[in-house]
């Protein structure tokens, strides 16, 4: 147990998402739908759920997904490992320094982890309060979408 709830998570949203029990794993290597594409980075419901669980992330996605993160304002992990692989073009090189990393991880000790991830509290909080902000204003702006298109129907 590393106590990482903060006071704007509270304990059942820390507890599960929809159904799936947390401390399954150390680090969610997040398969989003969007690999081999070269298109524009698309975050699913995959990327959101370690979002606001409070868990690490590796990203097995297209080439700038951690970039995109970023720059809407979440914070990575690459104090803690590299996350280079975010950068290469090529399909076949990416999957190939994600694998390398997974191994890597996997020969930490449970005591490793248990220390990386308690000093990796600030930035799982960061991440879970700033999803759930811009969650509620993408509903909001959503409400206000669709409150303008009945508004125009009416008339």
Not at 31 to 52: C, D, Q, W
Request: charged share 30%.
């Amino acid at each position: 147990n590393t106590d990482l709830l903060g006071s704007e998570i509270t304990e059942e949203q820390f507890s599960h998402i929809e159904g799936r029990p947390l401390n399954l794993s150390y680090v969610d290597f997040i398969t989003e739908t969007r690999y081999e594409e070269n298109g524009p980075v698309i975050h699913t419901e995959k990327t959101s759920a370690p979002l606001i669980t409070l868990q690490p992330f590796v990203m097995v996605s297209n080439t700038g997904s951690l970039k995109v993160l970023k720059d809407k304002g979440y914070k990575t992990f690459d104090k803690w490992w590299s996350e280079e692989y975010d950068n290469i073009i090529d399909n076949d090189e990416r999957l190939k320094a994600i694998c390398e990393l997974y191994k890597e991880m996997s020969h930490w000790t449970h005591e490793e982890w248990k220390n990386i991830v308690y000093e990796m509290k600030p930035t799982l909080l960061h991440n879970a309060n700033l999803y759930k902000k811009q969650h509620k204003e993408e509903c909001l702006l959503q409400d206000i979408n669709n409150y303008i298109e009945n508004f125009n129907l009416d008339k």
